[in-house]
């Protein structure tokens, strides 16, 4: 049972961790607080991760709820979910910014406004549609009260991770540098084009009942 719970851990920490990709989103959050003093982009980034981890806590929790609702299987939302983080995990290993995060006029017009922990930052940049479609599956698939306590501690654990990542964002922009940042992003959209096309086989499988 432990060693179970242990590898449902890391299959669902590390989903996580490739799909906010918090090192990739660096790049962006140094650039939209480049005018800032260290205090007002360390309560930036406070602010912008709190949030996210709240809403992707939030879908975790009702997603289920959600689907049935719309009368929608964890199935069907494997295989979206799946084409959809291909889609991101295309452009992360051109090293493009994902057009289903923020898109570059976006960034720019982001520089004089005062919430941007709220647009772009929190939402969408860290809990984006990719984020919120990748919580409700794997809390669909998880079993019993254990494994839905791991998805709900490793999102919580992901997000205290990208809170220091971004409060160190400028000494670690400095130490990897621009290339090492490109680097980084490629090996994560490469982990996030196999997880995406794991959700989507799975969902195929499932829906029509196949075997392998």
């Not at 984020?131 to 839905?148: L, N, R």
């Amino acid at each position: 049972m432990v060693a179970e719970n242990l590898g449902f851990f890391i299959y669902v920490f590390s989903s996580i961790f490739v799909v906010v990709s918090p090192i990739s989103g660096v790049v962006t959050f140094i650039s939209l607080t480049s005018k800032m003093t260290r205090k007002e982009k360390n309560d930036i980034a406070k602010k912008a991760v709190t949030l996210a981890c709240i809403i992707a806590l939030f879908f975790a929790v009702t997603g289920s709820l959600m689907l049935k609702i719309f009368s929608i299987s964890v199935d069907s939302l494997r295989v979206a979910g799946g084409l959809l983080l291909f889609s991101i995990a295309f452009d992360m290993m051109h090293a493009k910014i994902s057009r289903e995060s923020i898109t570059e006029e976006e960034i720019t017009q982001s520089q004089e406004r005062e919430d941007i922990w709220v647009f772009p930052i929190g939402l969408p940049l860290l809990t984006g549609p990719g984020t919120i479609s990748t919580v409700i599956v794997i809390m669909g698939i998880a079993e019993g009260v254990q494994q839905k306590a791991i998805v709900v501690a490793s999102i919580i654990l992901t997000f205290i991770i990208c809170l220091f990542i971004f409060l160190f964002s400028r000494r670690l922009h400095k130490f990897i540098g621009y290339n090492g940042m490109l680097v980084f992003t490629r090996l994560m959209g490469l982990l996030l084009a196999a997880l995406a096309v794991d959700l989507t086989a799975a969902g195929i499988i499932n829906i029509f009942g196949l075997t392998i």
